[in-house]
């Protein structure tokens, strides 16, 4: 048993997983250590506010890829070739580019029309903060590629040092400037992360072909917008419990304590993150098996669900801890909070890994129903929640969307498998 465990851990470690965990947590450890210091040094008002425009953000990052790290991750393990996959890299690029300026110019136009935020003294901070989309996603893009050519280890060393090499800037600018110098500091790593990247691809982009991929060309464009359509309904089903408290929470203390809980809660998911960048390139390559593939993701699903059990329980005992030590009782109504949400998260983990089989198997309209189909069960539950109770109906729906879309996901889960299983 135990031989069998020690067996399975050094194939991952062959494998790079284990380089993709680390890395992705160091990356998640600084953008969280000056979440925390901006929280230890700002009002809970404050740190409501900077959780709301991060939130925009990184709703824009994921809708500036217009679908094309998804089809990357579908097309590029299933094709070996070179010559198809620069092609790839090239499409995905020059895809990227133009949804991440379109996506800027939209997001600059929003907060001018004070769509995204109503008071004014905060719009230099959405005008500055939308100079991060276009380098987020083109580092987001390129990491993707690497990870679709099953270059975990290389892609992974890369950011850890990158990263790094950069916390200490990001840290210090962050007390010294507060928002102002995180903001900078994530613009100027990103920018010099895309630049080093696309010195190491440099020969992908010197090789070309006569050959013009039309029937590849069409897939990837299928793909990435049927992608962009499902991200979008995915975004607003992630976010929806976050942005119906920004709308209802009327006490800016109240929210801020629930954006610090719901901080707190998310710095767990870098683990979720790992599993599913790893896993998605790896099933891709044995979905055209399918026994082989649902064996293996049964397999991977039960493991993972004893991890987040784990984790949670780990959670509920320490983070208290951790914020009492840190904060003192400065943050004291958010561990209740805190708590509730942590219920949340361990739901959350065991319908996580579903998302796999369809991003796998390319069914991309899978998401899509299955994503709008919790939007749409949820959202009057969660809205009702926080009305109601404020900041902790907050909490309870974040634990109410997430027992539906476990629900949602085994429903449309089972469809799928019946239909493959039919055919």
């Not at 129903?369 to 909490?395: D, E, R």
Request: aromatic share 14%; with cysteine.
């Amino acid at each position: 048993m135990i031989g069998n465990i020690i067996s399975q851990i050094n194939q991952l470690w062959k494998k790079g997983f284990f380089h993709l965990a680390v890395s992705n947590y160091s990356v998640q450890l600084i953008v969280f250590s000056s979440h925390l210091l901006i929280a230890k040094i700002m009002s809970p008002e404050d740190v409501g506010f900077i959780k709301v425009i991060e939130t925009m953000i990184s709703i824009a990052v994921v809708l500036g890829a217009g679908g094309a790290t998804f089809a990357i991750l579908k097309l590029i393990p299933e094709n070996k070739d070179e010559l198809i996959r620069n092609f790839l890299l090239k499409s995905a690029l020059k895809s990227t580019l133009l949804f991440s300026i379109g996506t800027t110019i939209l997001f600059v136009l929003l907060t001018y029309l004070g769509i995204l935020n109503d008071e004014k003294k905060y719009n230099s901070l959405f005008y500055l903060y939308s100079l991060v989309i276009l380098p987020s996603v083109l580092l987001q893009m390129l990491i993707r590629y690497y990870q679709s050519i099953d270059n975990f280890k290389r892609i992974s060393v890369f950011i850890f040092y990158i990263k790094l090499a950069s916390a200490v800037i990001i840290l210090g600018i962050t007390y010294f400037f507060f928002i102002r110098g995180y903001i900078i500091s994530t613009i100027i790593t990103s920018a010099v992360s895309i630049l080093l990247l696309l010195f190491d691809l440099r020969k992908e982009f010197k090789t070309s072909s006569k050959e013009e991929f039309t029937a590849l060309k069409k897939q990837f464009n299928s793909l990435s917008n049927t992608a962009f359509t499902s991200q979008i309904v995915d975004q607003a089903k992630l976010h929806a419990p976050f942005l119906i408290a920004y709308i209802l929470v009327k006490d800016k203390v109240e929210f801020g304590h629930y954006a610090f809980a719901l901080l707190l809660v998310q710095g767990m998911n870098v683990l979720v993150s790992s599993v599913q960048q790893f896993l998605i390139p790896k099933m891709s390559e044995t979905s055209r098996n399918l026994d082989v593939f649902f064996e293996k993701y049964a397999l991977l699903e039960k493991k993972f669900n004893w991890i987040s059990v784990g984790l949670f329980v780990l959670a509920q005992i320490f983070i208290p801890v951790f914020v009492y030590i840190f904060y003192g009782d400065k943050y004291d109504e958010a561990i209740m909070l805190l708590r509730i949400m942590l219920l949340g998260w361990l739901i959350q983990g065991f319908s996580s890994l579903k998302g796999i089989i369809f991003l796998s198997l390319g069914k991309m309209r899978y998401v899509l129903y299955s994503s709008s189909a919790i939007l749409i069960l949820s959202s009057p539950v969660m809205y009702f929640l926080t009305l109601k109770y404020g900041g902790m109906g907050a909490a309870w729906s974040y634990v109410a969307q997430n027992v539906v879309s476990l629900g949602c996901l085994i429903f449309f889960e089972k469809m799928l498998v019946k239909k493959f299983r039919n055919n």
